[in-house]
Each structure stands twice: as structure tokens, then as C-alpha cells.
T-cell receptor, first 116, second 111 residues
Framework: SAVISQKPSRDICQRGTSLTIQCQVDSQVTMMFWYRQQPGQSLTLIATANQGSEATYESGFVIDKFPISRPNLTFSTLTVSNMSPEDSSIYLC?????????????FGPGTRLTVL | GNSVTQMEGPVTLSEEAFLTINCTYTATGYPSLFWYVQYPGEGLQLLLKATKADDKGSNKGFEATYRKETTSFHLEKGSVQVSDSAVYFCALRNAGNMLTFGGGTRLMVKP
């Protein structure tokens, strides 16, 4: 299985500011994803991070609000821009391994964001 | 499209009780099915999976069998512990590589 770390683990931010979340994987992976989990809710896919090209966003999410980078096969960042209290959520990085368990998706520990 | 439906929680049990969390799905093709667990304050961990009909996934005393005829993947455990208290998510993935999650079921186990 892939080991995924995220930074920061949590943060409290002021309205109107931006936060960049980092995701690091201990091995090269084919696909990386970013999810949002609002309080008490299930997970919603924000986008698929594509290596060397623009991310693929799901309906309701746009690049200006959630810019994503993926410079290589082990690292990605998600920025939450111009934050409002509605952005308070857990943001999770997830990867699809290219190894034996190719159909299994693994998740990072999450970044718990509170916007005041 | 794909969808996953779980029983609503919270499910409250006493320690050593039998657990069933129902999960049914709608999907095109032949999806892989998963159960993930989220302990308080943590991210998601893969609990078990099954990739084809009649497969049984198992881990840490939990089991789930892929039932294509009833499109179900119910999670069971014979004797729950307080440490099993968490939120459990059923999910599927088809050939499109997109995970579809159920709404999650919170389990609370009392001593």
C-alpha cells in the first residue's frame, strides 16, 4: 500500500486568505485525487490531479477556487483560495496505486481546515 | 450512473454485539467494492475490498461478501469492541476509476 502524508494536518484561517495543502506519497502512483469532506458528510471529489497538465475538476469545483499542481508522480498541492467559512472541511488527498493493488485507492490523513 | 446507499446511523451497540451495516449499490458493469473506516479525527483507511461476485473481503474480524444478485456488500462483525467506534463508508469503483461513496454510517459501541 502507499503511504500518504499531508501538510498541514490542520489550520485555522481568516476569511479571504488562501491555504495550500501538500500531499506527498512514498512511491510513484498513477492517479492522485483531492476530496472534500464537509462536517458530518461523506466525501466529495474535487478533482483529479494530472501530472504535467491541468487538473480535471468535478462539477461544482473550479480552478480559480481550487488550483491544483502535480509536478511529479509523488507530490501534489491543493490551494483553497479566497476562503469563506463554507470552505471549512477536511481535505483529503488520495492515490490510486500502480502496483499489485492497482484498483485500490488509498487516502491521506486529511487536513482539517477551519475558516473564521 | 453509479450510486451507493448505506443504512443511516448512528448505530449504537453494546460491546460484543453482532454488527451489520447494510450497503447496496447501483452501477454499470462490474465494479470493485470497498469498505473504508474513519476513526475520530483521522482520514480514511481501507478496511476490506472485493473485486468480483461472491468474493468475500475480510479484515480485523470484519467481513463483507460481494452479492451481485442483490447488488449488496453488507459489512458484518461477530463481536464489536469499543475501539470499532468510527464512521464506515461503503464505496464502489468501476472501470472509470472513479470512487463513489455512500453517505457513511456512524457506529458507536458502548462498554
Amino acid at each position: 500500500s502507499a503511504v500518504i502524508s499531508q501538510k498541514p494536518s490542520r489550520d485555522i484561517c481568516q476569511r479571504g486568505t488562501s491555504l495550500t495543502i501538500q500531499c506527498q506519497v512514498d512511491s510513484q502512483v498513477t492517479m492522485m485525487f483531492w476530496y472534500r469532506q464537509q462536517p458530518g458528510q461523506s466525501l466529495t471529489l474535487i478533482a483529479t490531479a494530472n501530472q504535467g497538465s491541468e487538473a480535471t475538476y468535478e462539477s461544482g469545483f473550479v480552478i480559480d477556487k481550487f488550483p491544483i499542481s502535480r509536478p511529479n508522480l509523488t507530490f501534489s498541492t491543493l490551494t483553497v483560495s479566497n476562503m469563506s467559512p463554507e470552505d471549512s472541511s477536511i481535505y483529503l488527498c488520495s492515490v490510486l496505486s500502480s502496483g499489485v493493488s492497482y484498483d485500490t485507492q488509498y487516502f491521506g490523513p486529511g487536513t482539517r481546515l477551519t475558516v473564521l | 450512473g453509479n450510486s451507493v446507499t448505506q443504512m443511516e446511523g448512528p448505530v449504537t451497540l453494546s460491546e460484543e454485539a453482532f454488527l451489520t451495516i447494510n450497503c447496496t449499490y447501483t452501477a454499470t458493469g462490474y465494479p470493485s467494492l470497498f469498505w473504508y473506516v474513519q476513526y475520530p479525527g483521522e482520514g480514511l483507511q481501507l478496511l476490506l475490498k472485493a473485486t468480483k461476485a461472491d468474493d468475500k473481503g475480510s479484515n480485523k474480524g470484519f467481513e463483507a461478501t460481494y452479492r451481485k444478485e442483490t447488488t449488496s456488500f453488507h459489512l458484518e462483525k461477530g463481536s464489536v469492541q469499543v475501539s470499532d467506534s468510527a464512521v464506515y463508508f461503503c464505496a464502489l469503483r468501476n472501470a472509470g476509476n472513479m470512487l463513489t461513496f455512500g453517505g457513511g454510517t456512524r457506529l458507536m459501541v458502548k462498554p
